[in-house]
């Protein structure tokens, strides 16, 4: 008995993709060939889904697709891959703190801009073009 498939646009809605995203992602390797019913369509079982919606989450925590590619590689070859996801989630907790770092100095670089602007409107000193940059220093 065949386990029950289910079309493309079906899998898209199953798992929150689009059918655009589901055909990159064969494209990739990140999803076997899909078996095709007898009118050509594509049809994806229950492992298929299961995978799609790993792809998904995994998307929604950052990682890419080729960090997504390797830890289905290390599954598929029966290895536990959730050292290397705990890695890879570690990096981009990583490069979360470091942009949070930069925005925080950017703000107060910008608050000082416009600070700066305000004072300089303020006594009356004109620019050449803005005072919100001419007058940031």
């Given at each position: 008995?065949?386990d029950h498939t289910v079309t ?21 390797g990140l999803l076997g060939a ?82 700066g602007a305000s004072d300089a ?17």
């Amino acid at each position: 008995m065949k386990d029950h498939t289910v079309t493309i646009g079906e899998a898209a809605a199953r798992t929150g993709l689009t059918a655009k995203a589901i055909r990159l992602y064969e494209r990739r390797g990140l999803l076997g060939a899909p078996e095709r019913n007898q009118s050509g369509y594509r049809t994806y079982g229950a492992n298929d889904l299961a995978v799609l919606s790993f792809i998904r989450q995994a998307r929604n925590l950052g990682l890419r697709l080729d960090e997504i590619g390797r830890v289905l590689e290390l599954q598929r070859s029966n290895e536990q891959p959730c050292s290397t996801v705990l890695e890879l989630l570690n990096e981009r907790i990583a490069n979360i703190d470091r942009t949070m770092t930069d925005l925080r100095a950017l703000r107060k670089v910008m608050t000082t801009a416009r600070a700066g602007a305000s004072d300089a409107a303020r006594s009356g000193r004109t620019a050449v073009i803005c005072k919100l940059i001419e007058f940031s220093a």
